[in-house]
């Protein structure tokens, strides 16, 4: 599974106006909705969601990186929300570090599988220095795309 299988581009939000982790989930949680990728439940409900399996163990997975995700019973498909933070957010990280890229995973609660796929493409793209580096300095929808699209190339 690549990416742009499930990256939605029309979620994808250059500079995040959050400050802070709960919101930051939030305003990509809205993003999702304005895209039409929520179905019928509420991005409040969604955003609840995520930030109650965020506070059980935190996402933040190191090099200024986070990885919120949930399997949730309203939504049709795997789909993904990225959100960039020039000044950096406290995450919780496990390095103690703040996060400048986040990428938000919402899946369908009946499909364990597809989740699984989903997340195994967003480590490998992220255990690559240059995919993370490329992440954080980008400044558009148009350069994060491109930096996905790079991605798949390799």
Do not use: W
């Amino acid at each position: 599974m690549k990416l742009s299988d499930f990256v939605c581009v029309d979620a994808i939000v250059p500079e995040l106006a959050a400050p802070e982790r709960d919101k930051a989930i939030k305003e990509l949680v809205v993003a999702l909705e304005k895209a039409g990728k929520l179905g019928s439940t509420s991005a409040d409900a969604v955003a609840r969601a995520v930030i109650k399996r965020e506070n059980e163990a935190s996402t933040g997975i190191g090099k200024g990186v986070a990885v919120p995700h949930v399997k949730h019973k309203s939504i049709g498909g795997v789909v993904a929300a990225i959100g960039c933070s020039a000044e950096g957010m406290e995450f919780s990280s496990l390095d103690k570090q703040l996060v400048y890229s986040v990428i938000l995973l919402l899946s369908p609660s009946d499909n364990p599988d597809k989740h699984l796929q989903a997340m195994e493409s967003i480590f490998k793209n992220l255990q690559k220095d240059d995919f993370r580096r490329f992440l954080r300095q980008a400044q558009s929808v148009d350069q994060i795309v491109e930096i996905l699209h790079d991605a798949e190339d390799v």
